[in-house]
């Protein structure tokens, strides 16, 4: 029996981009504050039509980036009890 082996599928960006990319990353004075940005960034930037998640996967394999998500607050929460929990 002979088997078909997954081919090699290349990656979306040139090493070029690539380097773009990290600059843009490890710049504090980028304003892109989260993935749609970035992906709007990609499409002005680079002409491609990248998915998102394609965009996400790749971000976090290359970079290590992270979404970041807030945490959610109870509706009953007393504001006098925080406000004294942060003065302590």
Not at 44 to 56: C, D, G, H, V, W
Not at 57 to 66: C, E, P, R
Request: net charge positive; proline share 2%.
């Amino acid at each position: 029996m002979n088997y078909k082996k997954g081919g090699y599928k290349p990656c979306s960006f040139s090493t070029k981009e690539t380097k773009k990319l990290g600059q843009l990353m490890h710049t504090p004075e980028n304003h892109i504050k989260g993935y749609k940005e970035l992906h709007h960034w990609v499409k002005k930037e680079f002409n491609k039509q990248i998915k998102y998640n394609t965009l996400l996967k790749f971000m976090v394999a290359k970079f290590q980036t992270k979404i970041k998500v807030a945490r959610k607050s109870h509706i009953k929460k007393d504001a006098r009890a925080v406000q004294s929990f942060k003065k302590k």
